[in-house]
């Protein structure tokens, strides 16, 4: 009876004291130790999205949107490319690099640059917020100033919807508008193009997952025109099919 009142006093004693050990361990921790305690290890996050599909023209369209991010809870650097083929052809290419803060809940603030490869070779100064929205929209929202002076904005929008725990729709839109003539990028100024579509994905895994995408695009005003006189369409309607992979 005495061994066993020993135990249970020992065992309680233990219980008492863990808290104060740990406040001691936690006092004795160097401020990088505290910062990896409190969200300051390195991760990575990087989405690939690649298809192939066809549009109201008869085009045979390919494209690609690769995006990610590695760094800290509060400190990251973001990378991005996207673009799209036409009939073989490279039609529109670009590519950013970003760095990211966490300035509030679910909000980043970015600054970096962003280089177009095609249809002209043109770098921007890249400045804007990427976040979740109310109701769970992703927001990317950029300004951007060209090489030429030219400053140009960017807002993009989408959101996933389960149907099951694996069938997910993305219903996104996406318009640039320009606040001058922008000759190197075929822009006119005011609103110049937008998108909207839905993706509709399986995820065999949350890493793996092949998807529909239907968009419809438009160019508008004075761009639709500039677009018009090279001989190219104001609109298109694209079907696709392809591959989401996270890694």
Known sequence: MRIKTLLIASCLALSVAQ???AADDMAAMTPDEMAKKHGGSIFHMFRSETDIGANNHGSTIASWDVKGWVGTDEDKLWLKTEGE??????QTGEAWALYSRNIATFWDAQAGVRYDF??????????GFNGLAPYYFDTEAHLFVSDK???SAR??????????QKLIIQPY????????DAPESEAAAGLGDGKIGLQTRYEITRKFAP???VHYGRKFGETASIVKRNGEEKEE???????RLMF
Not at 237 to 243: E, I, P, Q, Y
Request: aromatic share 8%; charged share 20%.
């Open 85 to 90: 083929h036409a009939d073989g052809k490279l």
């Open 149 to 151: 002076g030219h400053v």
């Open 173 to 180: 839109a996406e318009f640039n508008l320009s606040l001058q």
């Open 237 to 243: 309607l694209v079907g696709a099919v392809g591959l």
């Open 155 to 164: 807002l993009r929008e989408e959101n996933d919807f389960l149907l099951t």
């Open 118 to 127: 095609k249809p002209h070779s043109t770098t921007y100064l890249a400045l």
């Open 19 to 21: 808290p104060t050990l």
């Open 211 to 213: 998807y529909v995408d």
